[in-house]
C-alpha cells in the first residue's frame, strides 16, 4: 500500500466525522456543479472521500463511478449508501493512473480536494480530458497553498517524511488555470470564496 493510501485510511474515521470547513462556501459549490447536472448524465468523481459529495448529487444524474485510493473512506461510504438506499453510485478502490475508463466515455469528471494532493496533476487533468465526451465538464476545487501557506511547505516536508502527513503540493491559481488550458479545457467558471480558500473551477473540453 502506497504511504499516503495508508495515511487516509488511519484518517478515515475522524474525516468522516469531521465538519465541512466552509459550509457556505460548499453548498454554493454543490449547487453550481448540480446546475450543471443531466437525469441521463454519467459522472466520475476522483478522491471520493467517504462519499458525501457522490451522495448529494446522485439524485440529480444517472449513474456515479466514486473513486478512491483509500479502502477505509470506501467501507465508510459503502455503509452511507447502503443505509440510504442509493442505487446509482458504484464505488472503486483504484489510484487515479490505475483506474480503466473508456476515452470519451463520461459526461462530467469531479476532482474535489484532490488534485493539489497528486504528484502529477497535469497527467490527472489529462486522463479526465480523454475521458470526457466532446463538451464534457472538469469540476474541481482545488487548494492553491503557494499563495497563502508557502510557509507550511517545510513542514509538509518533515511530515510527509515521518508519515505523520499526506503528499501535498503548493501550487498558485494561474498554475492551475494554466494545466487546466494546456490540458485542452476551456474555463468556463471560476470562483475563489476568499483568500486562502479553494478555487471552484468548472473546464469544459471543446468539441
Known amino acids: 500500500m502506497a504511504p499516503t493510501a495508508k495515511f487516509w485510511d488511519r484518517m478515515a474515521n ?3 466525522k469531521s465538519p465541512v470547513a466552509d459550509e457556505v462556501s460548499y453548498q454554493k459549490k454543490l449547487q453550481t456543479t448540480q446546475d450543471h447536472f443531466h437525469p441521463d448524465m454519467e459522472i466520475l468523481e476522483l478522491g471520493c472521500g467517504t462519499g458525501s459529495t457522490a451522495i448529494t448529487h446522485a439524485p ?3 449513474h456515479i463511478r466514486a473513486v478512491d485510493i483509500s479502502s477505509k473512506m470506501l467501507t465508510i461510504a459503502q ?3 447502503d443505509k440510504a438506499g442509493i442505487d446509482n453510485i458504484t464505488f472503486e478502490h483504484s489510484t487515479i493512473e490505475d483506474l480503466n475508463v473508456a476515452d470519451q466515455s463520461i459526461d462530467v469528471v469531479l476532482a474535489m480536494s484532490v488534485l493539489h494532493l497528486l504528484e502529477d496533476k497535469e497527467a490527472a487533468i ?3 480530458h480523454s475521458m470526457l465526451k466532446p463538451g464534457g465538464l472538469f469540476i474541481t476545487s482545488t487548494a492553491c497553498l503557494a499563495e497563502s501557506m508557502g510557509w507550511f511547505k517545510p513542514i509538509l516536508a518533515v511530515g510527509k517524511f515521518f508519515g505523520l502527513l499526506p503528499l501535498v503540493k503548493f501550487i498558485t491559481v494561474q498554475d492551475l ?3 487546466l488550458i494546456n490540458a485542452g479545457f476551456q474555463i468556463d467558471h471560476s470562483w475563489q470564496p476568499g483568500k486562502g480558500k479553494s478555487v471552484f473551477i468548472v473546464a469544459k473540453k471543446a468539441g
Do not use: E, I
Request: hydrophobic share 35%.
Open 126 to 128: 489529462a486522463k479526465a
Open 79 to 81: 455503509d452511507k449508501v
Open 177 to 179: 488555470t494554466n494545466s
Open 60 to 62: 440529480f444524474v444517472k
Open 14 to 16: 475522524r474525516y468522516s
